[in-house]
């Protein structure tokens, strides 16, 4: 059974930083992209960032360039998103996901993913 598991989520002010984890298990994503989507209350899920296990290629969403790192450890099957200079914009529900897609820079709808985690709740005050 295919579970990804997200933690690191809270309260954080403007200005702050928070280190989202997701952790993958039940079967070997080497060949596949790992994202990370945010949604918050009446909006569509959007982009934050992607990376390919494979050669560590990395995208970012515009509105997160500079401020978000997306990192993985193949041998921990973990993937984090470390979040600085937090502003209230980014407030959502995150969601960590993996998708069978090659080209990364096209992995940035949530239907070309094929399995995603539960969300963990990012807050931030201004």
């Known amino acids: 059974q295919v579970q990804l598991v997200e933690s690191g989520g809270g309260l954080v002010q403007a200005g702050g930083s928070l280190r989202l984890s997701c952790a993958v298990s039940?079967?070997?994503?080497?060949?596949?992209?790992m994202g990370w989507f945010r949604q918050a209350p009446g909006k569509e899920r959007e982009f934050v960032a992607v990376?390919?296990?494979?050669?560590?290629?990395?995208y970012y969403a515009d509105s997160v360039k500079g401020r978000l790192t997306i990192s993985g450890d193949v041998a921990k099957n973990m993937v984090t998103l470390q979040m600085n200079s937090l502003k209230s914009e980014d407030t959502a529900v995150y969601y960590c996901?993996?998708?069978?897609?090659?080209?990364?820079?096209?992995?940035?709808?949530?239907?070309?993913?094929?399995?995603w985690g539960q969300g963990t709740q990012v807050t931030v005050s201004s």
């Open positions: 996901a993996a998708g069978a897609g090659w080209t990364i820079r096209t992995m940035t709808t949530p239907n070309m993913y094929d399995y």
């Open positions: 039940g079967r070997t994503f080497s060949s596949y992209a």
């Open positions: 990376i390919r296990w494979s050669g560590g290629m990395t």
